[in-house]
């Protein structure tokens, strides 16, 4: 065996071992949220009878969350449904000989005790990117996330009509659209929605198990709810606000189709868009923090936008590696990254600071979180 093909044999294996723990999450998650849920109930159930008769009330509201859960697991459940064949061509079927249904036992056994910690501390990360993905599907396809799409989206899709104008492009399908980092894929069938040929990338499989659901099986207005603010403790007015339900989608994603030249692909950015010249505009929303390196983002977009391509992008900078001790983040001021931006090719055509922008953002609970987001528009000069 080449050293080429065992890479790539290890790749795959990491690969698959990655998908299964990805849906292993989902099936844990009610079981990681009830828990959540029964230790407020033990943390009652010890206090003076004078505490606990107090919080009666408060009581009866837990029983309502654990339905609450249930109505959440139902969705996460149908999200997985499948999962194992959703990409081409690839069967991430995992024969499952633990005797668990597919999960694994985070029991303690002997000198395991470490191990299984450390497994049961991922497992509630991963879980919690279950419930943030919940979150994301009020905010990309419920009415609930109106205002948030007003904020983030309208401004891409306001300027793509200005640069591409039907008096002169009639024709939009030959406008051939790039939006990485695509989420579950409402920025990008809203601009396939207006005419254009559109591709969505997203590198999570969080993301694009519920994407699959809702882009291929969602097929009637507001048919599903989900109680997205139920893992929230702290900062509630109200319990009711806790248990505030929302419904999806609010479009009908499956079956009314903007146009056939919608996708979605799976992958890293990097890897995927290697094609020289090969798009009209890159549209970016939350998006090129997500790289320990920006500049490699800013370049791969420079190399596959045609000349007298457009990019639009819309977002903060978090710079989401900028904290892990593992990974070599550089984060450059916006200040900076603007020199970088024309260093490598870029006219600037349009910017803007201060940009008010919210993210899966509970409009009810004390504590808000809004970025003041930046906002520009650059154009690849055309060949000399």
């Given at each position: 065996m080449s050293s080429a093909t065992a890479a790539e044999e290890i790749d795959e294996a990491k690969e698959r071992?990655?998908?299964?723990?990805?849906?292993?999450?989902?099936?844990?998650?009610?079981?990681?949220?009830?828990?959540?849920?029964?230790?407020?109930?033990?943390?009652?159930?010890?206090l003076p009878?004078?505490?606990?008769?107090?919080?009666?009330?408060?009581?009866?509201?837990?029983?309502?969350?654990?339905?609450?859960?249930?109505?959440?697991?139902?969705?996460?459940?149908l999200i997985i449904k499948d999962v194992d064949t959703m990409f081409e061509n690839v069967?991430?079927?995992?024969?499952?000989?633990?005797?668990?249904?597919?999960?694994?036992?985070?029991?303690c056994n002997y000198n395991n005790c470490e191990i299984a910690s450390q497994k049961q501390h991922k497992m509630q990360h991963?879980?919690?990117?279950?419930?943030?993905?919940?979150?994301?599907?009020?905010?990309?396809?419920?009415?609930?996330?109106?205002?948030?799409?007003?904020?983030?989206?309208?401004?891409?899709?306001?300027?793509?009509?200005?640069?591409?104008?039907?008096?002169?492009?009639s024709d939009r399908t030959q406008v051939r659209v790039l939006v990485p980092g695509a989420g579950l894929g409402r920025l990008a069938w809203e601009i396939a929605a207006r005419g254009y040929t559109c591709q969505g990338n997203e590198f999570s499989l969080f993301m694009l198990f519920a994407s699959n659901f809702i882009l291929n099986r969602c097929n009637e207005i507001?048919?599903?709810?989900?109680?997205?603010?139920?893992?929230?403790?702290?900062?509630?007015?109200?319990?009711?606000?806790?248990?505030?339900?929302?419904?999806?989608?609010?479009?009908?994603?499956?079956g009314n189709r903007p146009n056939p030249n919608f996708s979605m692909t799976a992958g890293d950015f990097l890897k995927v868009y290697t094609e020289a010249d090969?798009?009209?505009?890159?549209?970016?929303?939350?998006?090129?923090?997500?790289?320990p390196n920006v500049i490699e983002f800013i370049e791969r977009i420079y190399t596959i936008l045609q000349p007298g391509g457009f990019?639009?992008?819309?977002?903060?900078?978090?710079?989401?590696?900028?904290?892990?001790?593992?990974?070599?983040?550089?984060?450059?001021?916006?200040d900076i990254l603007l020199e970088i931006i024309r260093d490598i090719g870029f006219d600037i055509l349009k910017e803007q600071t201060g940009v008010k922008t919210k993210y899966a953002q509970n409009p009810n609970s004390m504590m808000q979180h809004e970025y003041d987001s930046v906002f520009f528009v650059c154009r690849k000069p055309y060949c000399m």
């Open positions: 071992q990655h998908f299964r723990a990805v849906v292993t999450a989902f099936k844990y998650y009610k079981l990681c949220s009830l828990d959540r849920i029964q230790k407020s109930e033990k943390i009652i159930s010890i009878t004078n505490h606990q008769r107090r919080l009666e009330k408060y009581k009866t509201y837990l029983a309502k969350f654990k339905k609450c859960l249930d109505v959440n697991n139902s969705v996460v459940h069967d991430h079927t995992v024969t499952d000989t633990s005797g668990t249904n597919g999960t694994e036992s985070f029991g991963d879980v919690e990117k279950v419930q943030s993905v919940l979150k994301n599907i009020v905010r990309d396809w419920s009415d609930m996330g109106a205002t948030e799409r007003e904020q983030c989206y309208k401004p891409v899709l306001d300027e793509m009509e200005e640069r591409f104008p039907l008096e002169e492009y507001n048919k599903y709810t989900v109680h997205p603010w139920l893992h929230q403790y702290v900062n509630n007015v109200t319990c009711e606000h806790q248990l505030l339900p929302a419904r999806f989608p609010d479009v009908c994603p499956a090969e798009w009209s505009c890159v549209a970016t929303c939350f998006f090129i923090d997500c790289a990019w639009i992008n819309l977002g903060p900078l978090l710079y989401h590696y900028s904290d892990m001790p593992t990974e070599n983040s550089i984060e450059p001021p916006y």
